[in-house]
């Protein structure tokens, strides 16, 4: 993340329509200070904060390619970072993040919301760089 106003993203959603995610987030105007968002969005009426984690990762992680992944159960989402388990969140009863399987996005987005991302929009163009992205199927 170079500019700020930018959020860069590689997330899961529902097919269904509905804002039924699994995401891993990164904020432009945080870029410097090595952190990254882990974030299950469920449906209306659930709060959001008990499904988010801020992980500081004593690195910027701008500076080189890492590997952020996720791991989705039933019953929990895990998420990693160059290999280490940083974050779980459990998925309690109702919870239907995603309940079936869904379509794996990156996107490079302004969001326009002053705390989560920065202003909108960027001052000069904004790039995402991705070495590969790849998809593993549990118990693979």
């Known amino acids: 993340?170079?500019?700020?106003?930018?959020?860069?993203?590689?997330?899961?959603?529902?097919?269904?329509?509905?804002?039924?995610e699994i995401d891993i987030e990164f904020l432009s105007n945080e870029s410097g200070a090595?952190?990254?968002?882990?974030v299950l969005h469920p449906?209306?009426?659930?709060?959001?904060?008990?499904?988010?984690?801020?992980?500081?990762?004593?690195?910027?992680?701008?500076?080189t390619f890492n590997?952020?992944?996720?791991v989705w159960s039933a019953s929990y989402v895990d998420f990693f970072v160059n290999g280490l388990r940083r974050a779980s969140m459990p998925l309690s009863e109702g919870f239907p993040v995603p309940s079936r399987p869904g379509q794996?996005?990156?996107?490079?987005w302004s969001a326009g919301i002053p705390d989560w991302g920065g202003e909108n929009p960027?001052?000069?163009?904004?790039?995402?760089k991705v070495d590969w992205v790849r998809f593993t199927p549990q118990g693979d």
Do not use: C, Q, W
């Open 1 to 20: 993340l170079e500019r700020d106003g930018v959020v860069n993203a590689l997330f899961m959603r529902s097919p269904s329509g509905n804002n039924n």
């Open 34 to 38: 090595g952190k990254v968002h882990f």
């Open 43 to 63: 449906h209306e009426g659930l709060p959001p904060d008990k499904y988010s984690a801020e992980i500081y990762l004593g690195f910027n992680p701008a500076l």
């Open 67 to 70: 590997k952020y992944a996720f």
């Open 104 to 108: 794996l996005l990156l996107s490079n």
């Open 122 to 128: 960027p001052a000069n163009s904004a790039t995402m």
